[in-house]
């Protein structure tokens, strides 16, 4: 599946984001979906992610209460909503299909979109 984020840009400390995400293929409704981010000179790290059917969902503990991820299976695309944004979530947003749980904060991605840039002024 071949996924392309879009909605990113540039935000004041305590505003709000929605990033989308669209995926091509008739498989996306199998698929369990996420998203991550990646901070200069910081590793990749788990965000969010979203069940195939839209009624599970998994946060990361820096975001819970603040961020909401959601899909729309008619339209092939996933959200994030990002409300609250502080400057230390400053980071390229990357979307990833058919994501799968390992434990110990391991994550297999079987696809990824190109990036997104989301920077929050303070």
């Known amino acids: 599946v071949q996924l392309e984020e879009s909605g990113g840009g540039l935000v004041q400390a305590g505003g709000s984001l929605r990033l989308s995400c669209v995926a091509s293929?008739?498989?996306?409704?199998?698929?369990?979906m996420g998203w991550f981010r990646q901070a200069p000179g910081k590793e990749r790290e788990f965000v969010a992610a979203l069940n195939w059917s839209g009624d599970t969902t998994t946060y990361a503990d820096s975001v819970k209460g603040r961020f909401t991820i959601s899909r729309d299976q008619a339209k092939n695309t996933v959200y994030l909503q990002m409300n609250s944004l502080k400057p230390e979530d400053t980071a390229v947003y990357y979307c990833?299909?058919?994501?799968?749980?390992?434990?110990?904060?391991?994550?297999?991605?079987?696809?990824w979109g190109q990036g997104t840039q989301v920077t929050v002024s303070s």
């Open positions: 293929g008739r498989t996306f409704r199998r698929y369990n």
């Open positions: 990833a299909a058919d994501v799968i749980d390992h434990g110990s904060n391991k994550w297999y991605v079987g696809s």
